[in-house]
């Protein structure tokens, strides 16, 4: 059974920064694309950053040049470095991995950015 396990979330001030960990079990990352989404209140789920085999990268434009996505297949873990974060960034972020065209999510961290 698969498990992803967020961690990192908090609370920082506008303009600083985190970093996100996925800790995944019950799967190989290598094996697999990886990502980060987030849903802030009242709004839809964004798929926020995309990491594939080996290291390809996609963004949302709305963090495009502000976060990082990662992977360490030895640690078996995703990150998600976000920085110069702004108080719109602020929701639960989900760590993903694909399967068959869809995502299995683990259960999000909270980030909230305040102003």
């Known amino acids: 059974q698969v498990q992803l396990v967020e961690s990192g979330g908090g609370l920082v001030q506008a303009g600083g920064s985190l970093r996100l960990s996925c800790v995944a079990s019950?799967?190989?990352?290598?094996?697999?694309?990886m990502a980060w989404s987030r849903q802030a209140p009242g709004k839809q789920r964004e798929l926020v950053a995309i990491?594939?085999?080996?290291?390809?990268?996609n963004y949302a434009d709305s963090v495009k040049g502000r976060f990082t996505i990662s992977r360490d297949n030895a640690k078996n873990t995703v990150y998600l470095q976000m920085n110069s974060l702004k108080p719109e960034d602020t929701a639960v972020y989900y760590c993903?991995?694909?399967?068959?065209?869809?995502?299995?999510w683990g259960k999000g961290t909270l980030v909230t950015v305040s102003s």
């Open positions: 019950g799967t190989m990352i290598s094996l697999n694309a």
């Open positions: 990491i594939t085999r080996p290291f390809s990268t």
């Open positions: 993903g991995r694909s399967n068959y065209g869809m995502y299995d």
